[in-house]
């Protein structure tokens, strides 16, 4: 049995920083992908960052470049968002979700949610003046 267990979100003004925590348990940790989607009503969920753990590869939507960072920490099984610079536009609902490598086809395949069999429930990001 999967479980992600998504934490770290809230309201923040823009320009703080948030740091989203995804611990994850019920399968081998070091050998899946671990990606964070997030979504606003009524649009599209939007892949965010992704990161395979057994060779440390990450992706990161163009939006988020130079001000997100994705990592592990293997020993606890958990992954982190280090969210900086936040603007009004990152306000969404950030998602973990997991797989096994298998499902990286090429360099695209990280950001199709349906590529996806495990998700957290995720955890809401708002921020504004």
């Known amino acids: 049995q999967v479980q992600l267990v998504e934490s770290g979100g809230g309201s923040i003004q823009p320009g703080g920083s948030l740091r989203l925590s995804c611990a994850a348990s019920?399968?081998?940790?070091?050998?899946?992908?671990i990606t964070w989607f997030r979504q606003v009503p009524g649009k599209e969920r939007e892949a965010v960052s992704c990161i395979i753990n057994s060779n440390g590869t990450t992706y990161y939507a163009d939006s988020v470049k130079g001000r997100f960072t994705i990592a592990t920490d293997n020993a606890k099984n958990t992954v982190y968002l280090q969210m900086n610079s936040l603007r009004a536009e990152d306000t969404a609902v950030y998602f973990c979700?997991?797989?096994?490598?298998?499902?990286?086809?090429?360099?695209?395949?990280?950001?199709?949610?349906?590529?996806?069999?495990?998700w957290g429930q995720g955890t809401q990001v708002i921020v504004s003046s």
């Open positions: 979700a997991t797989d096994q490598e298998a499902i990286i086809l090429d360099d695209s395949s990280w950001a199709m949610d349906a590529f996806y069999s495990y």
């Open positions: 019920g399968f081998p940790f070091d050998d899946y992908v």
